[in-house]
């Protein structure tokens, strides 16, 4: 049991490459996030997943895309980079038996993204 | 517009002492509130959390209380161990809304052996 996994750990980027976060969990969990969190910062989210096939932006959506074919993968895609994007970025996922507000979420390693 | 707010960036504490890390909050729809910890370079873990309807909640060494009038939690480690040394972040939910967290920016705990 992996819980959930995240690719790259590392990346560096030049302004206007694209490029794929993956982020797969083995929980059989519904819902699936995607932080931010930039130096000295919280956590900011900026896409969600409350299963397949569905997902909503989050606080800090722009620039990001995202999309969840299968319950495990929900993959974040960043089409333009810009040095605001330089960041940690943590994928995460919760189950739903809580009712979706108490359930505790599980978090990745992180992928740290340099656009430079 | 900051609605979870962690004042204090560091903290700094003895082994064997206890640790009070503190969170304010603004938005009153807020009804569960957790702590996560947070290692270098590893994502956070769950740690403890309290729903609106008590005022503590305690688990091992953790201790969260919650002061709803005032809009303040407080995470107690009772005793701080070298090993608590990490960045604790309080986050906030409301009921319904699919799970989504809104964090503070984290309080970093160094326990001195």
């Known amino acids: 049991n992996a819980g959930v996994t995240q690719t790259p750990k590392f990346r560096i980027l030049k302004i206007g490459q694209s490029m794929t976060l993956q982020c797969t969990q083995d929980m059989n969990h519904n819902y699936m996030y995607w932080y931010r969190q930039d130096p000295g910062m919280g956590l900011k989210l900026i896409y969600y997943?409350?299963?397949?096939?569905?997902?909503d932006k989050g606080e800090v959506p722009n620039g990001y895309n995202v999309s969840r074919s299968t319950t495990e993968d929900f993959p974040l895609r960043l089409e333009l980079a810009a040095p605001s994007q330089t960041s940690v970025y943590f994928c995460?996922?919760?189950?739903?038996?809580?009712?979706?507000?108490?359930?505790?979420?599980?978090f990745g390693p992180g992928t740290r993204l340099t656009v430079l | 517009d900051q609605q979870v707010k962690q004042n204090s960036p560091s903290l700094s504490v003895q082994e064997g002492r206890i640790s009070i890390l503190n969170c304010d909050y603004t938005n009153s729809m807020f009804d569960y509130f957790l702590w996560y910890k947070k290692y270098p370079a590893e994502g956070p873990t769950f740690l403890i959390s309290?729903?609106?309807?008590?005022d503590k909640n305690e688990d091992g060494r953790f201790t969260v209380f919650l002061n709803k009038s005032a809009k303040h939690l407080s995470l107690h480690i009772v005793p701080s161990q070298p090993g608590d040394s990490a960045v604790y972040f309080c986050a906030a939910s409301v009921a319904g809304a699919n799970s989504k967290l809104t964090f503070g920016k984290g309080i970093t705990l160094s326990v001195r052996p």
């Open positions: 309290i729903s609106s309807i008590k």
């Open positions: 997943s409350v299963g397949a096939g569905i997902t």
């Open positions: 995460a996922s919760s189950d739903a038996l809580g009712g979706g507000y108490t359930d505790t979420q599980y």
